[in-house]
Protein backbone atom coordinates (compact mmCIF):
# COMPACT_ATOMS: atom_id res chain seq x y z
CA UNK A 1 0.00 0.00 0.00
CA UNK A 2 1.55 3.00 -1.16
CA UNK A 3 0.44 6.32 0.72
CA UNK A 4 1.34 8.42 -2.74
CA UNK A 5 3.60 8.35 -5.92
CA UNK A 6 6.53 9.27 -4.42
CA UNK A 7 9.21 11.92 -6.60
CA UNK A 8 11.58 11.58 -4.39
CA UNK A 9 12.70 7.78 -4.58
CA UNK A 10 11.73 5.00 -6.62
CA UNK A 11 9.55 2.90 -4.75
CA UNK A 12 9.55 -0.78 -4.78
CA UNK A 13 6.41 -2.18 -5.52
CA UNK A 14 6.79 -3.65 -8.54
CA UNK A 15 9.78 -5.75 -7.01
CA UNK A 16 7.71 -6.75 -4.24
CA UNK A 17 5.12 -7.89 -7.00
CA UNK A 18 8.31 -9.91 -8.44
CA UNK A 19 9.22 -11.79 -5.13
CA UNK A 20 5.80 -12.28 -4.28
CA UNK A 21 3.20 -13.05 -7.10
CA UNK A 22 0.35 -13.19 -4.97
CA UNK A 23 1.22 -9.39 -4.03
CA UNK A 24 -1.14 -6.86 -4.78
CA UNK A 25 -0.76 -2.99 -5.31
CA UNK A 26 -2.49 -0.59 -3.94
CA UNK A 27 -2.87 3.69 -4.51
CA UNK A 28 -5.59 6.43 -3.95
CA UNK A 29 -7.82 6.41 -7.06
CA UNK A 30 -6.71 10.17 -7.79
CA UNK A 31 -3.07 8.62 -8.47
CA UNK A 32 -2.66 8.44 -12.29
CA UNK A 33 -0.37 5.61 -11.58
CA UNK A 34 -0.63 1.83 -12.20
CA UNK A 35 -1.94 -0.16 -9.36
CA UNK A 36 -3.76 -3.34 -8.94
CA UNK A 37 -6.51 -1.97 -6.31
CA UNK A 38 -7.61 1.81 -6.27
CA UNK A 39 -9.27 3.36 -3.00
CA UNK A 40 -10.70 6.05 -2.16
CA UNK A 41 -12.32 8.41 0.12
CA UNK A 42 -14.08 6.19 3.23
CA UNK A 43 -13.15 2.68 1.76
CA UNK A 44 -11.64 0.05 4.23
CA UNK A 45 -8.73 -2.41 3.23
CA UNK A 46 -9.08 -5.44 5.31
CA UNK A 47 -6.49 -8.13 5.96
CA UNK A 48 -6.88 -10.49 9.04
CA UNK A 49 -8.90 -8.89 11.53
CA UNK A 50 -8.00 -5.41 10.80
CA UNK A 51 -9.08 -2.93 7.98
CA UNK A 52 -7.54 0.42 7.28
CA UNK A 53 -9.46 3.26 6.42
CA UNK A 54 -8.65 5.27 3.47
CA UNK A 55 -8.77 9.10 3.91
CA UNK A 56 -8.04 10.83 0.88
CA UNK A 57 -5.48 13.67 1.84
CA UNK A 58 -4.33 15.38 -1.57
CA UNK A 59 -2.42 18.32 -1.96
CA UNK A 60 1.28 17.21 -1.45
CA UNK A 61 0.14 14.97 -4.87
CA UNK A 62 -3.56 14.48 -6.17
CA UNK A 63 -3.49 10.86 -5.16
CA UNK A 64 -2.55 11.31 -1.24
CA UNK A 65 -4.09 8.71 0.91
CA UNK A 66 -3.50 8.48 4.79
CA UNK A 67 -4.73 4.98 6.08
CA UNK A 68 -6.28 5.34 9.50
CA UNK A 69 -5.57 1.88 11.44
CA UNK A 70 -8.48 2.47 14.01
CA UNK A 71 -7.94 -0.81 16.68
CA UNK A 72 -4.62 0.77 16.87
CA UNK A 73 -5.10 4.16 16.98
CA UNK A 74 -2.72 5.22 14.39
CA UNK A 75 -2.57 6.71 11.06
CA UNK A 76 0.45 6.31 8.54
CA UNK A 77 0.25 9.62 6.29
CA UNK A 78 2.71 9.43 3.91
CA UNK A 79 4.09 12.89 2.81
CA UNK A 80 0.94 14.76 3.31
CA UNK A 81 1.99 15.32 6.86
CA UNK A 82 5.68 14.87 8.38
CA UNK A 83 7.19 15.11 11.82
CA UNK A 84 6.71 19.26 12.44
CA UNK A 85 5.77 19.76 8.80
CA UNK A 86 4.90 18.38 5.71
CA UNK A 87 5.48 17.30 2.02
CA UNK A 88 6.21 19.97 -0.73
CA UNK A 89 3.90 21.33 -2.75
CA UNK A 90 5.96 23.50 -5.78
CA UNK A 91 5.74 19.91 -8.17
CA UNK A 92 3.70 17.19 -8.99
CA UNK A 93 -0.25 18.16 -8.88
CA UNK A 94 0.52 20.27 -5.50
CA UNK A 95 -1.40 22.55 -4.12
CA UNK A 96 -0.56 24.24 -0.62
CA UNK A 97 -4.27 25.71 -0.27
CA UNK A 98 -5.17 21.66 -0.99
CA UNK A 99 -2.71 20.44 1.37
CA UNK A 100 -3.47 22.45 4.37
CA UNK A 101 -7.50 21.96 3.58
CA UNK A 102 -6.93 17.89 3.71
CA UNK A 103 -4.26 17.82 7.09
CA UNK A 104 -7.40 19.49 8.98
CA UNK A 105 -9.83 17.73 8.05
CA UNK A 106 -8.58 14.88 7.55
CA UNK A 107 -5.67 14.55 10.38
CA UNK A 108 -6.40 16.62 12.32
CA UNK A 109 -9.55 15.69 13.35
CA UNK A 110 -8.66 12.44 14.25
CA UNK A 111 -8.45 12.19 18.28
CA UNK A 112 -5.36 13.75 19.69
CA UNK A 113 -3.91 10.87 20.94
CA UNK A 114 -3.36 8.77 17.63
CA UNK A 115 -0.14 8.42 16.71
CA UNK A 116 1.25 9.78 13.09
CA UNK A 117 3.66 7.54 11.08
CA UNK A 118 4.54 10.27 8.13
CA UNK A 119 6.27 8.25 5.00
CA UNK A 120 9.89 9.75 6.36
CA UNK A 121 11.47 12.29 8.26
CA UNK A 122 14.60 14.11 7.84
CA UNK A 123 15.78 14.37 11.53
CA UNK A 124 15.19 10.58 12.99
CA UNK A 125 12.17 10.79 14.12
CA UNK A 126 9.14 8.17 13.26
CA UNK A 127 5.97 8.99 15.13
CA UNK A 128 3.95 12.07 16.84
CA UNK A 129 0.90 12.32 17.91
CA UNK A 130 -2.05 14.49 16.23
CA UNK A 131 -1.84 16.53 19.67
CA UNK A 132 1.98 17.21 18.99
CA UNK A 133 1.39 18.27 15.73
CA UNK A 134 -1.44 20.52 16.48
CA UNK A 135 0.87 22.01 19.35
CA UNK A 136 4.26 22.15 17.31
CA UNK A 137 3.45 21.59 13.59
CA UNK A 138 5.80 25.00 12.95
CA UNK A 139 3.91 25.23 9.11
CA UNK A 140 0.43 23.79 9.67
CA UNK A 141 -0.35 25.46 13.19
CA UNK A 142 -0.27 28.91 10.85
CA UNK A 143 -3.30 30.33 9.46
CA UNK A 144 -4.17 28.80 5.63
CA UNK A 145 -3.67 32.22 4.58
CA UNK A 146 0.20 31.93 6.29
CA UNK A 147 0.40 28.16 5.56
CA UNK A 148 0.24 29.22 1.74
CA UNK A 149 2.61 31.96 1.88
CA UNK A 150 4.87 29.80 3.76
CA UNK A 151 4.65 27.25 0.84
CA UNK A 152 4.66 29.12 -1.95
CA UNK A 153 7.83 30.61 -0.35
CA UNK A 154 10.32 27.78 0.20
CA UNK A 155 12.53 27.93 -2.89
CA UNK A 156 13.39 24.49 -2.41
CA UNK A 157 15.75 23.14 -5.72
CA UNK A 158 14.05 20.93 -8.06
CA UNK A 159 14.54 16.87 -7.15
CA UNK A 160 17.78 15.57 -8.90
CA UNK A 161 16.06 12.40 -9.64
CA UNK A 162 12.54 13.80 -10.34
CA UNK A 163 13.16 12.96 -13.92
CA UNK A 164 13.47 9.21 -13.38
CA UNK A 165 12.04 8.58 -10.69
CA UNK A 166 8.65 9.92 -11.39
CA UNK A 167 7.67 7.66 -14.76
CA UNK A 168 9.23 4.60 -13.04
CA UNK A 169 6.82 5.19 -9.81
CA UNK A 170 3.65 5.96 -12.14
CA UNK A 171 4.94 2.30 -13.82
CA UNK A 172 4.83 0.54 -10.03
CA UNK A 173 8.62 1.41 -9.80
CA UNK A 174 9.69 -0.34 -12.83
CA UNK A 175 9.80 0.99 -16.13
CA UNK A 176 8.72 -1.79 -17.97
CA UNK A 177 4.49 -2.62 -17.64
CA UNK A 178 3.75 -4.97 -14.89
CA UNK A 179 1.25 -7.20 -15.63
CA UNK A 180 -1.79 -7.44 -14.14
Known sequence: MNTHVHADHITGTG???EALPDCKSVLGSKSGARADVYVAQD???KFGNLALECRSTPGHTNGC???VLHEHEMAFTGDALLIRGCGRT???QGSPSVLF???HS???SLPKHYKLYPAHDYKGFSVTTVEEELAHNTRLTKTKEEF???MDNLNLPYPKRL???LPANLMCGVTDPVPS
Open 65 to 67: TTY
Open 101 to 103: ESV
Open 43 to 45: ENV
Open 15 to 17: KLK
Open 148 to 150: IKI
Open 163 to 165: DES
Open 90 to 92: DFQ
Open 106 to 108: QIF
